[in-house]
């Protein structure tokens, strides 16, 4: 689904649409989702696949990842700052606004038409979006009708552990910058980015029933799943997005880790989940390199 692709980058951009737009974001499930432990020669690094944005009566935590993140000298997400409103804001602003040539001067009529009528429901104006970049707009069209629901970045996973870490007084630090991350959809080329706002927009409506099908894999710890639904259409689609988003980030983070197994401490590692399912996932990499992620 083209929705996956969004989740690789929309953690960064979500909150900072919602300041931009002046939006407000607001069955339990009994938790058990996946986590892993890499034992290096000094370091003890555990391997967390996250959700970025999450209901805030979900109930994702165990004894086994409390005991994790208890345990860990430090946090590593992929970037540390994405709860930083201001930086995040200014972004947006710099990659995704462009109200010289406005959104609707870049679809045609058809692609108007089906634009409103999508946020109608929701309360917002078409016009409000209009200044924003194709790549944006898909975005809000993927993400506004799960806050509606009340799906809330403030209860995701790296904010909520991140929180934990610094009143524990323990750092936090980050594999990349927000910027790079939004940079992957902004640098995109035109007739790339007019195309994912297109696909996001006629799969809107399954946005809600989407996600809630990816936290229930992710909270009874369904890799098989988590894979197909995060990574399986961007795989087979886009094969040169998944090779950007997902491959090379993937050798990125996994080097970057094999490298701290072998400092001191205990880390706990938490990035995407798509980023730690599949035959190109994280730990597959870090076999590549002899070291055995062990999942727990």
Avoid: C
Avoid at 87 to 111: C, F
């Amino acid at each position: 689904m083209v929705f996956a692709m969004i989740r690789r980058i929309a953690r960064a951009a979500t909150l900072a649409l919602a300041l931009v737009l002046g939006l407000g974001l607001g069955a339990q499930v009994q938790a058990e989702p996946a986590l892993w432990k890499v034992q290096g020669p000094k370091a003890t690094i555990y391997l967390f696949g996250t959700v970025h944005v999450l209901k805030p009566d979900v109930v994702w935590r165990s004894p086994r990842i409390d005991a994790a993140i208890k345990a860990a000298d430090a946090l590593w997400l992929e970037i540390p700052d994405s709860d930083d409103q201001a930086a995040m804001q200014g972004l947006i602003m710099k990659y995704g606004v462009d109200a010289a040539h406005p959104l609707s001067t870049k679809i045609d009529a058809a692609t108007r038409a089906q634009f409103n009528a999508f946020l109608a429901p929701l309360g917002v104006p078409a016009a409000q979006l209009d200044s924003l970049r194709p790549w944006v707009a898909g975005i809000a069209v993927s993400t506004l009708p799960l806050i509606k629901a009340g799906y809330d970045p403030k209860s995701g996973v790296e904010h909520v552990v991140k929180a934990q870490m610094q009143a524990a007084g323990k750092p936090v630090q980050g594999f990349e910058t927000a910027e790079q991350q939004i940079r992957y959809l902004a640098d995109v080329p035109p007739e790339t980015e007019l195309e994912f706002f297109k696909s996001s927009l006629s799969e809107g409506e399954k946005a809600l029933p989407m996600i809630n099908d990816l936290v229930a894999a992710w909270n009874s710890g369904d890799e098989a799943k988590l894979e197909s639904l995060l990574n399986g259409e961007m795989r087979d689609k886009y094969p040169d997005l998944y090779k950007r988003l997902i491959v090379e980030r993937n050798l990125r983070f996994a080097d970057k880790i094999a490298e701290l197994s072998r400092g001191p401490g205990v880390l706990f590692v938490a990035v995407g989940a798509g980023h730690l399912v599949g035959a190109d996932s994280v730990q597959a990499d870090l076999a590549k390199l002899g070291i055995k992620a062990e999942r727990l």
